[in-house]
C-alpha cells in the first residue's frame, strides 16, 4: 500500500526558510510523477511545484519561482520542497502528491495518492 507522509512543516517568520520532506512507502519511486500542492484557509487546493516521471521535467508556481526549489532522491524514495524567503500568503497546508500519469496534473486531477498535509505558518 503506498503512503506519502510529509514532515517539515512549522511556524516561521517573513523571509525565513523551511524544507518540507515527502517519503513514500510502499511505491517503486521512480515509477512517479511527484509534486506538492498547498491548501490555505478559505482557499481551493493550488498547484506548487511537480516532477515529471522521468525527473526530467519540473514545473513551478510562478508565484513560488525563484524561492522554492524541489528536489527528489530516489533512492530515499524522498521528495523535497525547499522553501526560501518565506512570505505570510505562502501560509497553507502543504500536500504531497503521487501520480502514476507521466505528469501531475496542475488541478490535482491525476493525482493517484494524498499526503496527509504539514501545516506551514509564515508570520509578518
Known amino acids: 500500500q503506498v503512503q506519502l507522509v510529509e514532515s517539515g512543516g512549522g511556524l516561521v517568520q517573513a523571509g525565513g526558510s523551511l524544507r518540507l520532506s515527502c517519503a513514500c512507502s510502499g511505491c517503486t519511486f521512480s515509477r512517479y510523477a511527484m509534486g506538492w500542492f498547498r491548501q490555505a484557509p478559505g482557499k481551493e487546493r493550488e498547484f506548487v511545484a511537480a516532477?515529471?516521471?522521468?525527473?526530467?521535467?519540473?514545473d513551478y508556481e510562478d508565484s513560488v519561482k525563484g524561492r522554492f526549489t524541489i528536489s527528489r532522491d530516489n533512492a530515499k524514495n524522498t521528495v523535497y520542497l525547499q522553501m526560501n524567503d518565506l512570505k505570510p500568503e505562502d501560509t497553507a497546508v502543504y500536500y504531497c502528491?503521487?501520480?502514476?500519469?507521466?505528469?501531475?496534473?496542475?488541478?490535482?486531477?491525476?493525482?493517484?495518492?494524498w499526503g496527509q498535509g504539514t501545516q506551514v505558518t509564515v508570520s509578518s
Open positions: 516532477f515529471s516521471r522521468s525527473g526530467v521535467s519540473i
Open positions: 502528491a503521487a501520480a502514476t500519469s507521466a505528469v501531475v496534473n496542475r488541478r490535482g486531477e491525476r493525482v493517484d495518492y
